[in-house]
Every structure is written in structure tokens, then in C-alpha cells.
């Protein structure tokens, strides 16, 4: 699956190296929520168009000089969140 996302993501540190970005809570009626920090996001599960492939360049080189690149996933759904983060609220009842 992708994510799509529509705005900027911006780390507190420079990259996103070995960072954990939110979690994903799936719900009923293809309904999924993104939590990142404490904003939430609600989307929905959607198939792109056509598939999508993922690649990688290859540092080989094939045959007459051509460059490789290498398919490591294919996308056949992903999740569309289109609207803007709310905050989490949480509520305890005493």
C-alpha cells in the first residue's frame, strides 16, 4: 500500500531515517485513520488507476552499458487522506 497525503510532513531532526511516522487504525466501511503525534487524520482504502511500481537503480550495469533498476513492491491500493489533521482528544471518565 501508498500513503497519500496532501501537505508537508516536516521531522524536528533533519531526515526521516529509522523514524517511526504515526500509526494507522483501520476502521469499518474502508474508513482508515492516521495518527501522527497528536493530530489525526481520517482517509479512506482506494485502488490507484493502474498498479504502481516501486524500483530500485542497481549499481550494475547490463549488457551495452544499460542501466538496471530492480521492481521491489507493487502498489495495487492505497490510502487517500485528503482532509486536515484534528486534534486527538482523549477523555477519561472519572
Known sequence: ???????????QERNFDDK???TVCWGD??????????????GKISKPDRP???IQKTDSMGDNGEKNAMV???VRKKLIFKTRPRPLV????V
Do not use: C, D, F, R
Request: glycine share 8%; proline share 3%.
Open 29 to 42: 466501511n474502508n474508513n482508515v485513520y492516521l495518527i501522527i503525534g497528536n493530530q489525526t487524520l481520517e
Open 20 to 22: 517511526n511516522l504515526g
Open 72 to 74: 521491489k513492491a507493487i
Open 1 to 11: 500500500m501508498a500513503i497519500e497525503l496532501h501537505g508537508t510532513i516536516s521531522p
Open 90 to 93: 482523549i477523555s477519561t471518565v
Open 52 to 54: 504502481l511500481l516501486v
